[in-house]
Every structure is written in structure tokens, then in C-alpha cells.
């Protein structure tokens, strides 16, 4: 852990009222900040890991919200989320489901935080480098998008907010079912996560 963000995370345990009931994760912050004043620094650095991994958890659980219910005739089994550190693949949260149909299926993932968010908004920003890709530039719910589509499979990636990745790939499906997942997908929840 960088010292900002170790400075970052020691801050804002100091601007958190404890509540009446002990906080695991506030736990795991104050653990960390007693071996970071007793000099045990790689202990300090192990427990705040260990406390943002929790926050991570935690943010990955409310953006699983804005996944999408399963629509008619469609099933799907709950969301998965994962939470990683910025060791794995730069960091970031993500949130998916997957919804079938008969052979159809369509997958729905959205990933905050990450690095991959790059690749595809410089795509979504040189429209030129996106049809050279094989993609076209569309618009969902009022978001730059990219999609790509062949026969009865495809992906839709939308960027949200400069910071979150929205990937609907289906696979023996019609595409028209691929844009309505894309469309189902809460955008306005997803903003107001990302603005807290």
C-alpha cells in the first residue's frame, strides 16, 4: 500500500464516529493504525489491506444492484461479485449475472475502478479506431457504447461515468436481446455510487 493511500485510509478512521456497535472493518483500520504507531509497519499494511479488500466487498455488493432482473422467459441465478486489490489486473470491483434462455444466453458485468476502462473509452473516443476494430459506436441510455456483433453473438461495452465498465456479451442470441439487457441495466444507480 502506497504511503497516500495508507495517509488516506488513517484520515478517514479518524473521521468515522465508532459506532454503538464495534465495525469490523473500523476494527481492522484501528488494528492497523495501533501496529502503524508501534512501528510494525508491514503488520499496518496487512491489516488496512485487509480493511479496503472489506470496502471493496462491500462496494462490489451495491453495484451488483444495478444488474439487471431476469426478463421475460429469461432466468438468472443470483449475481456474483468480486472484489480485488490493485495486485490483480490494477484493482477494481465487479458485479455479474448471467440470464439463459434455451440455448441463449447473456452475460452482464460491470466492473468499477479498473484498468481495462482505458482501452475501451480511448475505442469510444476515436470512432475511426473503433470501426477499424470491427465495432460500432452506439449509444445506450444516453452512454457512449461499443458494440460488436456477428450472427447470434456479440458484446455491448458501455463506459459510465468515466469510471465504471458495463460488458453484456451474449451468445445464441439475437442482438435485440443483447439491447435490452444493455438498456436494463441501472445507469442511474451506478452514477450515484460512483459520486459518493
Not at 55 to 63: D, F, N, P, S, T
Not at 104 to 115: G, K, N, R, Y
Not at 179 to 196: G, N, W
Amino acid at each position: 500500500m502506497s504511503t497516500a493511500r495508507l495517509v488516506f485510509v488513517l484520515m478517514l478512521a479518524a473521521t468515522i464516529a465508532l459506532p454503538a456497535v464495534a465495525d469490523e472493518i473500523l476494527d481492522q483500520i484501528n488494528n492497523g493504525i495501533q501496529l502503524y504507531k508501534s512501528g510494525d509497519f508491514a503488520g499496518a499494511a496487512s491489516e488496512l489491506e485487509f480493511a479496503a479488500a472489506q470496502i471493496r466487498q462491500l462496494r462490489a455488493g451495491e453495484v451488483s444492484g444495478a444488474l439487471p432482473k431476469p426478463l421475460a422467459g429469461w432466468t438468472a441465478p443470483d449475481a456474483e461479485t468480486s472484489a480485488m486489490g490493485t495486485a490483480f489486473f490494477g484493482g477494481g470491483t465487479s458485479a455479474s449475472r448471467k440470464y439463459t434462455k434455451g440455448d441463449a444466453s447473456v452475460e452482464v458485468q460491470i466492473v468499477t475502478d479498473s484498468p481495462m476502462l482505458q482501452g475501451v473509452t480511448m475505442l469510444l473516443n476515436n470512432p475511426t479506431l473503433l470501426g477499424a476494430s470491427g465495432q460500432k459506436l452506439i449509444r445506450v441510455k444516453g452512454n457512449k457504447a461499443a458494440l460488436e456483433w456477428e450472427n447470434d453473438h456479440g458484446t455491448i461495452q458501455v463506459v459510465v461515468a468515466g469510471s465504471v465498465l458495463v460488458s453484456v456479451t451474449g451468445y445464441e442470441c439475437k442482438q435485440d436481446d443483447l439491447t435490452a439487457y444493455a438498456e436494463a441495466v441501472d445507469y442511474e444507480l451506478l452514477k450515484q455510487i460512483m459520486s459518493r
